[in-house]
C-alpha cells in the first residue's frame, strides 16, 4: 500500500515548456487534489476532483490544467510554464463523505527558468 | 473571507516539555473543521489531527490535542511531551461549507517547531 505517490522528484524546465505532473493513489479515494506550496507560505488548492470524471478549480488554477483518467490518477499539466510557477507540488487524495482528512503525496519540486 | 492565520513563525521548546502551536481562523459557516498537518524537513504533509465545528469534545491523537475555542475562533495545536522528531513545519488548516462539501483546505503560513535536547 503506497499511498499516494507523485512522479516525477524534482523538475526543471525552461520558460514556455510544457509538462504533466503525475498522481496516482492506491487508497481507493474518491475525491483528489494539487496544491502548490511556495516558499514560506501555506499550502493552496489548484485544482481538485470531486469524483471519477469530475474536476473543480481551485484558488489558483491559472497556467494549469488536470486530467482525472481515473479513479486512482489525477494529472496537472503546465502548458506554457512560467517562472511563477516554480514551486513544489503537492497532490492528495480523500475518501469522502463524512471522512474529512486528506493525505498527502510526496511532492514535486519544480524550478522553471 | 475565510483565513487562518498562525501568528507564531517560530517556536522552541525543551525536550519532554509540553508546546501550544496557535491558529486562529475567520469563516461565516456554521459547518466547519480545522486540521492540523506536519512538515518534516524532508517536505511531505502528515496528517496530525482534526476538529468539527460541532465536535463537543476536542480531538486527540496521542501526543497531538487540539484545543478548540468556538467563540474566541481558535484552533491551537498542543504536543505533550516533546521529541526531537517533533522538529518540524506545522501547519493549520480549515475546510468549510465554502468549500461545497469538497473538503477544499485553507492553509495558513505555518509555525516552524524546533525541539532542543
Known amino acids: 500500500n503506497a499511498g499516494v505517490t507523485q512522479t516525477p522528484k524534482f523538475q526543471v524546465l525552461k520558460t514556455g515548456q510544457s509538462m504533466t505532473l503525475q498522481c496516482a493513489q492506491d487508497m481507493n479515494h474518491n475525491s483528489m487534489y494539487w496544491y502548490r506550496q511556495d516558499p514560506g507560505m501555506g499550502l493552496r488548492l489548484i485544482y481538485y476532483s470531486a469524483s471519477e470524471g469530475t474536476t473543480d478549480k481551485g484558488e489558483v488554477p491559472n497556467g494549469y490544467n488536470v486530467s482525472r483518467l481515473n479513479k486512482r490518477e489525477f494529472s496537472l499539466r503546465l502548458e506554457s510554464a512560467a517562472p511563477s510557477q516554480t514551486s513544489v507540488y503537492f497532490c492528495?487524495?480523500?475518501?469522502?463523505?463524512?471522512?474529512?482528512?486528506?493525505?498527502f503525496g510526496p511532492g514535486t519540486r519544480l524550478t522553471v527558468t | 473571507a475565510q483565513k487562518i492565520t498562525q501568528t507564531q513563525p517560530g517556536m522552541f521548546v525543551q525536550e519532554k516539555e509540553a508546546v501550544t502551536l496557535d491558529c486562529t481562523y475567520d469563516t461565516s459557516d456554521q459547518s466547519y473543521g480545522l486540521f492540523w498537518y506536519k512538515q518534516p524537513s524532508s517536505g511531505e504533509m502528515i496528517f496530525l489531527i482534526y476538529?468539527?465545528?460541532?465536535?463537543?469534545q476536542n480531538a486527540t491523537e496521542g501526543r497531538y490535542s487540539l484545543n478548540f475555542q468556538k467563540a474566541r475562533k481558535s484552533a491551537n495545536l498542543v504536543i505533550s511531551a516533546s521529541q526531537l522528531g517533533d522538529s518540524a513545519m506545522y501547519f493549520c488548516a480549515m475546510r468549510g461549507d465554502f468549500s461545497g462539501g469538497y473538503n477544499k483546505l485553507i492553509f495558513g503560513a505555518g509555525t516552524r517547531l524546533a525541539v532542543h535536547p
Open positions: 492528495a487524495s480523500r475518501i469522502g463523505g463524512v471522512v474529512h482528512e486528506q493525505y
Open positions: 476538529q468539527g465545528s460541532y465536535d463537543e
